[in-house]
Every structure is written in structure tokens, then in C-alpha cells.
């Protein structure tokens, strides 16, 4: 995973914290957000290997923010993890149904995250 551009967001800053933390072990170069208005403000001036999103933010949702990218031709094929503390069957099926790699429910162990994006991205990779 080493040099690998990732973008993180979520509106909790001890979340952005520790994925932060364990990303920057494995070489990957991390941007935060902590607003959907705030990531796709970085989505429009940098590239990203793949981005991980919480769903539940204030203004903009993690849904809004995918559907944002998905819709994007620049960014439409870049690997998308939901992070997500609600365990609603109706949000993980409408982030499936948008296309995205992973969904993740909170709380979850960082180093497993990491695994699940090094195995994302050797996929991507291989495509």
C-alpha cells in the first residue's frame, strides 16, 4: 500500500485519528475531511486510490458523497469503504447498489480496515 493516496472521511476526529494512524504504518499517504463538502472539495483538486466514507455526517451524508463520486468520470471507477455505526440493511444496500468495494460497521479493529483496503487495492490493481 505504500504511496497510495487515501482519502478519509468522517465528522468525528478520533476516527479520522486513528485510521490515520495505522494508514501512515503501512507507506499511504492519507487526506481527512470531516464534512462531505470537504471531501469533494479535495476530490476536485487531488486523485485518490481509493476513499473511505462514514455515511452518517451532518449536511452531507457519506451516501451524498458517494453518489457525488460515482457520478464524476474522474472519479466514477476509484474503490469507495463505507464506515458505518447504523447497522440499517436500507443503507447498506443502497451503498451496494451505488458500487462500492466495502461496508464497514463501527466499531471496528484498524488493522483489519487496513487489510481490507490492501485487498482492495490489489484487486483494483489487477483490473
Known amino acids: 500500500m505504500k504511496s497510495k493516496r487515501i482519502l478519509v472521511v468522517d465528522d468525528e476526529p478520533h476516527i479520522l485519528f486513528i485510521l490515520e494512524k495505522e494508514l501512515l504504518k503501512h507507506g499511504c499517504i492519507i ?11 479535495l476530490l476536485k ?3 485518490y486510490d481509493i476513499m473511505i466514507l462514514d455515511i452518517m455526517m451532518p ?3 457519506g451516501i ?6 460515482k457520478s464524476n ?6 474503490p469507495i469503504v463505507i464506515l458505518s455505526a447504523d447497522q ?5 444496500d443502497k451503498c451496494i447498489s451505488l458500487g462500492v468495494s466495502d461496508y464497514i460497521t463501527k466499531p471496528f479493529r ?3 480496515i487496513a487489510a481490507r483496503i490492501k485487498e482492495i487495492l490489489n484487486k483494483y490493481s489487477k483490473s
Do not use: H, L, N
Not at 32 to 40: L, M, P
Not at 64 to 69: A, D, S
Open 88 to 92: 440499517d440493511e436500507r443503507d447498506k
Open 45 to 47: 483538486e487531488r486523485e
Open 31 to 41: 487526506d481527512k475531511a470531516e464534512s462531505g463538502a470537504d471531501a469533494i472539495k
Open 64 to 69: 451524498e458523497v458517494c453518489q457525488w463520486i
Open 73 to 78: 468520470p474522474k472519479t466514477e471507477s476509484k
Open 110 to 112: 484498524p488493522k483489519d
Open 59 to 61: 449536511a452531507m451524508s
